[in-house]
């Protein structure tokens, strides 16, 4: 196990609140906010459009943030395109690929709106969205392979959904693509950073910068397998080797595919995140989360009224109070105890609905928590519930 007291420092608001919403956003370590204030202050400039000094900087403590994800994730570092979050890498795929009408997409009901709005905006174009049920929170690849037919345009699949955090069969539901000839892409929101994986069976991997990498809001990155596999579905600065009024010539990936300027201390701030992430490593992470999955999964499951729908083990316990509203009841635990948990639909509506018709509660742990904190909310909401 990691040295859990030396990792809390690096996360000061830790001392006034039980954090357990590491399942919307990590909290972010002092190092990056270092790194991001060490920008303002040392060298901000714009990234690869200099030729002084401060520019070379910036560009340089940009990229390295590209290669330190590169290593992270085994791929290749020009297969990772920056962009503000798993939603736009997802949407970047559903805009960068050729469609016709009478295509067909496969998500699954366990998927964030993130990974189900894209496709369904292609409704429109004629493109028909299928939806793959979940059996006690987990999509069998033989539910996907009795929706693919030859108009299958492109297989989409959350690694692990964020109102259940159970880990999905998904190289086994790649592999049922690939043999029918088509792509697959998964949403990584509340994978990567958080669990080991494999990539070498993922054609487009979603990946976030404020949850499992620790680093700031506002961004992320897609890989791609194919760096050349999709059409630019945003234009401007930046992407270009030569413009004239008759013709553009974009640059190589992934510089093609970033125009403008991007969240430059975000990307470097996230860059020392990944550092913190290596340091700790990516399987003590995901054995110390599962344990407090499992003990949160305990203590709450036997409090008269409580119905828990995640399984036991993961470190996203949903769960909902008799008589109280999900949206009354996170306030009654911040109001009494300072514990920071999610209510409502979690941006993945279906599968609120089908648990509960109001929304569920969620806590949800990160590599910073510990078994004092499961503890505390533990009683808090026994106190809430009458037992105490």
């Known amino acids: 196990m990691y040295d859990l007291k030396k990792l809390r420092a690096e996360f000061p608001i830790l001392g006034k609140c039980v954090y357990l919403d590491s399942a919307s956003t990590s909290q972010t370590p002092k190092r990056s906010v270092e790194a991001m ?181 506002g961004t992320g990155a897609l890989y791609m397998k194919d760096n050349e596999s999709l059409s630019c579905s945003l234009h401007g600065g930046g992407m ?32 020392r995140a990944i550092e913190l992430v290596n340091e700790l490593t990516v399987p003590l992470i995901h054995s110390h989360e599962l344990n407090l999955g499992k003990k949160m999964w305990d203590l709450i499951s036997g409090i008269e009224r409580v119905t828990v729908y995640s399984p036991k083990g993961s470190p996203v316990v949903s769960f909902n109070l008799e008589g109280w509203l999900p949206n009354a009841l996170a306030r009654e635990l911040d109001d009494r105890a300072k514990i920071c948990v999610r209510s409502g639909m979690h941006c993945a509506e279906p599968l609120a609905r089908s648990l509960s018709n109001t929304g569920t509660v969620r806590a949800s742990v990160g590599c910073y928590n510990d078994v004092e904190e499961v503890q505390i909310f533990a009683d808090t909401l026994s106190e809430i519930a009458g037992q105490k």
């Not at 299958?152 to 693509?177: R, S």
């Not at 004239?244 to 701030?269: C, F, H, R, S």
């Open 37 to 217: 204030v060490e920008y303002f202050y040392e060298y901000a400039a714009n990234h690869g459009r200099g030729a002084h000094h401060l520019a070379r900087r910036t560009t340089e403590k940009y990229e390295e943030t590209r290669d330190l994800l590169g290593k992270f994730l085994e791929v290749p570092r020009e297969n990772l395109v920056f962009t503000r979050n798993t939603t736009e890498a997802i949407n970047m795929v559903a805009r960068g690929l050729c469609w016709k009408k009478g295509d067909e997409v496969i998500t699954t009901v366990l998927d964030h709106h993130s990974n189900m709005l894209p496709w369904m905006a292609l409704r429109n174009q004629g493109v028909k969205v299928k939806v793959a049920p979940h059996k006690e929170g987990y999509i069998t690849p033989e539910s996907v392979a009795e929706l693919i037919t030859k108009k299958t345009k492109i297989v989409a699949v959350t690694w692990m959904p964020n109102i259940l955090g159970t880990i999905q069969p998904i190289e086994a539901i790649a592999k049922i693509a690939h043999d029918a000839g088509i792509p697959f892409i998964s949403d990584g929101a509340q994978a990567v950073g958080h669990i080991p994986i494999k990539t070498s069976f993922i054609d487009y991997l979603a990946i976030p910068g404020h949850k499992g990498l620790l680093g700031p809001q």
């Open 240 to 271: 270009v080797e030569k413009v004239t009024l008759e013709e553009v010539d974009l640059l190589p990936p992934p510089a093609k595919y970033e125009p403008g300027t991007p969240n430059i201390p975000g990307v470097i701030g996230l860059g």
